[in-house]
């Protein structure tokens, strides 16, 4: 089983500053298995990166996701208010799920 | 636009069992896509529960294999869950999730309903 470790725990940024969080596999994954998701308070999540590094239809290019084997990074370029939320990473194998614990953004 | 709606009952007596609906609209279950069920215990974070694909092919996790069952019923256009010996542990928001294909064997959930909750409790 692969466990997502995620750090921060809590990241808190002034608007305009760049916010990088971490994504730690136990085990080294397929790029194309690593998903980023956005879920802000009473939301369900919202997908923002697949594949590791491409952005779904529709968000912003301040997100960038970047990474390979077992270190994986998603990068808020320039905070917006309402990029204050909780980012989960995901993967997937042999058909199985999971989610990191997630990192939860504040804007100062 | 594709949207997908959890229904149920919002309240479960401990030992249980749980049964939930979702209603998949602007998109038909016998697509390419696999639909799958999540859950956020209040303040947590997000538990994958299980998947399915219209022609049978079903994974769960592990730690929960034993007590659910997802279900497509193709003439609703919906997907099912069930848990069985519900404690209170399962009292979360049930979302259900589109897993779209997006080629070359890379997948994402990419449409979400927006949850329901459902509280285990006598």
């Known amino acids: 089983e692969i466990v997502l470790t995620q750090s921060p725990g809590t990241l808190s940024l002034s608007p305009g500053e760049r916010a990088t969080l971490s994504c730690r596999a136990s085990q080294s994954v397929d790029s194309k298995c690593l998903v980023w998701y956005q879920q802000k308070p009473g939301q369900a999540p919202r997908l923002l990166i697949y594949?590791?590094?491409s952005r779904a239809t529709g968000i912003p290019d301040r997100f960038t996701g970047s990474g390979s084997g077992t270190d994986f990074t998603l990068t808020i370029s320039r905070l917006e208010p309402e990029d204050c939320a909780v980012y989960y990473c995901q993967h997937y194998r042999s058909s199985l799920w999971a989610f990191g614990q997630g990192t939860k953004v504040e804007i100062k | 636009q594709v949207q997908l709606q959890e229904s149920g009952p919002g309240l479960v007596k401990p030992s249980g069992t749980l049964s939930l609906n979702c209603v998949v609209s602007g998109d038909s279950i016998i697509s390419s896509n696999w639909w799958n069920w999540v859950r956020q215990p209040p303040g947590k974070g997000l538990e994958w529960i299980g998947e399915i694909y219209h022609g049978g092919n079903i994974y769960y996790n592990p730690s929960l294999k034993s007590r659910v069952t997802i279900l497509v019923d193709k003439s609703q256009n919906q997907v099912s869950l069930t848990l069985t010996s519900v404690t209170a542990a399962d009292t979360a928001v049930y979302y259900c999730?589109?897993?779209?294909?997006?080629?070359?064997?890379?997948?994402?959930?990419?449409?979400w309903g927006q949850g329901t909750m459902v509280t285990v409790s006598s």
């Open positions: 999730a589109r897993d779209h294909d997006y080629g070359d064997s890379t997948w994402a959930f990419d449409i």
């Open positions: 594949g590791a590094s």
